[in-house]
């Protein structure tokens, strides 16, 4: 049989790839014996353990039962997911997803929860043309995303307020084209009743309250938390008196931004202005 070598450097999913292959011979199956048995295709235990896809979190699971490991394969997705982001981001995404109420205000660009899977995707392939991240990070990043949005998808969603600072409506992620299916979901967001959009015009000034990003749960205790993040790593915020600060200055942001039917009326004028572009 040939018995292709695994390269553990080839994808940042080889290793749990070559952990999968580990096991499955251990139980002397061959990929189709295990696919059969786990209610999935040889080809697909293939890509998996030459690292070339990233398998599903079902299929781990799946497999991690059947092949009896402990957990192992979860285990190691969870790390390789989170390797992905930058420190700090996953703990944050946890809460995120329990929360019952999310405060936004992003700089510079569209905040993650609002944007369309073209956005994502163009804002990432940046980091890729930069040689910071690879390609299949890049996409994983974007899944992850889109994974976050999903979640709040539930039948009492949260209640989202994301003011927006105003350059990131006329900032061109992506080219023309894809501001204006990103700007064109924005309006339609804002027909949702569990959503609040606002935007911070650029003739704030210095009177904008943050200097930075920030995001502020309230949980389902009423407790309240805080995420920040710098360039390197993410900061989840539980000090009272911190909270206490950035709620009072979130508050005087939404006093400051524009209100609702203006703010939709800029969004509106900025998707038209990339429409008539040439």
């Given amino acids: 049989m040939n018995r292709k070598r695994l390269d553990p450097t080839s994808s940042p999913y080889a290793s749990l790839g070559i952990q999968l292959r580990r096991f499955r011979e251990a139980r002397k199956l061959l990929q189709t014996q295990l696919g059969t048995a786990i209610s999935y295709s040889g080809a697909y235990i293939s890509s998996i353990e030459r690292g070339v896809r ?44 329990e929360a019952v109420a999310i405060r936004l205000f992003q700089i510079g660009v569209i905040s993650g929860l609002l944007q369309t899977a073209k956005y994502a995707a163009a804002y990432e392939q940046a980091f890729v043309r930069r040689g910071a991240v690879t390609q299949q990070h890049a996409d994983e990043r974007v899944k992850f995303l889109l994974a976050r949005q999903a979640k709040l998808e539930r039948p009492s969603p949260p209640h989202i307020h994301a003011v927006l600072d105003e350059w990131s409506l006329r900032r061109p992620i992506g080219g023309r084209s894809v501001m204006i299916g990103q700007l064109a979901h924005l309006e339609r967001l804002t027909e949702q009743p569990s959503m609040t959009i606002q935007v911070a015009p650029i003739s704030l000034g210095e009177n904008r309250p943050f200097a930075h ?66």
């Fill in 54 to 97: 990233a398998p599903s979190r079902k299929f781990v699971e799946v497999a991690d039962a059947y092949l009896d490991t402990g957990g192992t394969l979860a285990l190691m997705l969870d790390q390789l997911e989170h390797s992905i982001l930058i420190e700090g981001f996953p703990e944050y995404a946890d809460k995120e997803a």
């Fill in 213 to 278: 990003p920030v995001t502020l749960l309230t949980m389902p205790n009423r407790s309240l938390l805080g995420y920040s993040e710098t360039h390197q790593r993410g900061i989840l915020e539980r000090n009272p008196e911190t909270l206490a600060g950035w709620a009072k200055d979130y508050d005087r942001l939404q006093v400051e931004a524009l209100p609702l039917a203006a703010s939709l009326e800029l969004i509106r004028a900025v998707r038209k202005d990339f429409e008539s572009a040439p």
